[in-house]
């Protein structure tokens, strides 16, 4: 064993989801240390493992610790006081340079879900990862830190769909297309399923990589209708994410493309939001002459997303589309994976969209543990193996499926983007709204072309 005990820094619904499954292992894994700003969370937290009795091995230690990680030498301190081999971060987006520092100085292995983030900034110039952390990309190959990035489900999984694409199904790829659909349902007038923040300011622009060069599109204006397994047909818009920004870099294709799930509501929601100013991440002076972050009064009213799991219904399904060649052979192949709300919940008390996210962190952090993905350098997920991986997760809860598609057929899924304003056209949304009841939100009729 190369690294044991292990950290994990955060306690909302992806830390409950890995914390989880973290015990579930911890006879590889070690004593597993939370910790937050909250210590409240993180014993909410253990007591939720310990009463699903998750803990694999009785005799390891599963405690709480406060913590404040943007504070460097206080996560110096204690990494080294909980001698933990091992921090997964799952906090907030914007302590990652904190957290990944603290790990060069003590030597633990770094593990995060999402690219940094500078609260002044959003959606910088491509690719966002030379932005911040590959600038110390050098420093950890001089140490032999490993830090292993965008280890959640997207990113994380499905780079690992990529490298496996490349490895076993072709011997040429031409086109990637990442799918991520929800289609549960959680009650609320609405809600995003994770931190509303960092949701919202995914959504500011859309940068994607086509014919190998970064392209710019406003936000929900390229729309496409797939019909997925297990969910059936559902409306997907091209969308910016944090793969696109090593997926470009590290795998060989012609473009790699992010398409995100989202209903008309949500998009009638989010458009009065943003027209509104209501997302903008920049403060703002009241009459009170009191400043405040219009986005940070947004999140504060929206439902916490670790209490949509107790209700929720419903499934999600996550998958790379991949054209390309084989034995000189034209080649198209879905890799997906499904999860059930329900079974989410009644595993882990979670939904199903922490779920996915958590879990996969966890099955890095076994791997390095175990040394076959101890790398002693920083990696991002496609640049590993994905055998092993894919491996532990088919065991832990995250199985994969593999479909053939027969090239050019009406299974296929076509992510060409034509001209804008062809895409605006087909993308525009009609929502009605009863003002009696707003739970009531229909799709309008489209109007007959002439």
Excluded at 39 to 52: D, W
Excluded at 293 to 299: E, H, T
Excluded at 338 to 363: F, L, M, N, R, W
Excluded at 379 to 406: H, Q, Y
Aim: with cysteine; aromatic share 8%; proline share 5%.
């Amino acid at each position: 064993m190369n690294k044991k005990n292990v950290m994990i820094i955060g306690a909302g619904g992806v830390a409950h989801v890995a914390a989880h499954k973290a015990a579930m292992n911890n006879d590889i894994l070690g004593d597993i240390c939370i910790a937050s700003r909250t210590l409240g969370k993180c014993e909410a937290i253990i007591e939720s493992v310990n009463r699903k009795g998750h803990l694999k091995n009785p005799d390891g230690r599963l405690y709480s610790a406060q913590l404040d990680a943007l504070d460097v030498p206080a996560t110096v301190k204690l990494i080294k006081k909980t001698k933990s081999g091992i921090v997964i971060n799952l906090g907030a987006a914007f302590i990652n340079m904190s957290v990944l520092e603290a790990c060069i100085e003590t030597g633990a292995a770094y593990i995060d879900t999402a690219i940094h983030e500078d609260p002044d900034k959003v959606c910088e110039e491509p690719p966002w990862y030379a932005n911040y952390e590959w600038k110390r990309k050098e420093r950890c190959d001089e140490k032999g830190i490993t830090a292993i990035l965008g280890a959640g489900f997207d990113p994380g999984v499905v780079n690992a769909y990529c490298a496996l694409a490349a490895k076993r199904y072709f011997d040429k790829i031409d086109t990637i297309d990442i799918l991520d659909v929800n289609a549960g349902s959680h009650g609320k007038y609405f809600s995003t399923n994770f931190d509303p923040e960092i949701n919202f300011r995914e959504f500011i622009k859309v940068w994607t990589w086509i014919d190998r060069q970064w392209k710019e599109y406003p936000t929900h204006s390229v729309k496409r209708m797939y019909d997925f397994p297990v969910v059936g047909k559902q409306p997907i818009y091209l969308n910016g994410h944090d793969e696109l920004h090593s997926l470009s870099k590290n795998i060989d294709a012609n473009s790699i493309r992010f398409w995100m799930g989202f209903g008309d509501h949500y998009i009638n929601v989010f458009t009065v939001l943003r027209t509104l100013g209501f997302l903008s991440h920049l403060p703002v002076t009241l009459t009170t002459g009191q400043e405040v972050v219009p986005l940070k009064v947004v999140k504060a009213l929206l439902p916490d997303p670790m209490t949509l799991a107790p209700g929720y219904t419903g499934n999600t399904c996550i998958g790379n589309f991949v054209k390309g060649k084989k034995d000189g052979k034209k080649r198209e192949v879905l890799i997906y994976q499904v999860s059930d709300h329900k079974k989410c919940y009644e595993e882990v008390e979670s939904q199903g969209i922490s779920y996915t996210a958590g879990v996969p962190p966890v099955a890095a952090a076994m791997l390095v543990a175990t040394g076959e993905w101890d790398s002693k350098t920083m990696v991002n997920v496609e640049e590993l193996d994905p055998e092993p991986f894919i491996a532990i997760l088919d065991r832990i809860g995250l199985p994969t499926e593999v479909k053939e598609i027969k090239p050019d057929s009406k299974h296929s899924f076509d992510g060409t983007v034509r001209a804008l304003e062809k895409e605006l056209e087909d993308s525009t949304a009609t929502v009605t709204v009863s003002a009696a009841n707003p739970m009531i939100a229909v799709a309008g009729k489209k109007k007959k072309k002439k």
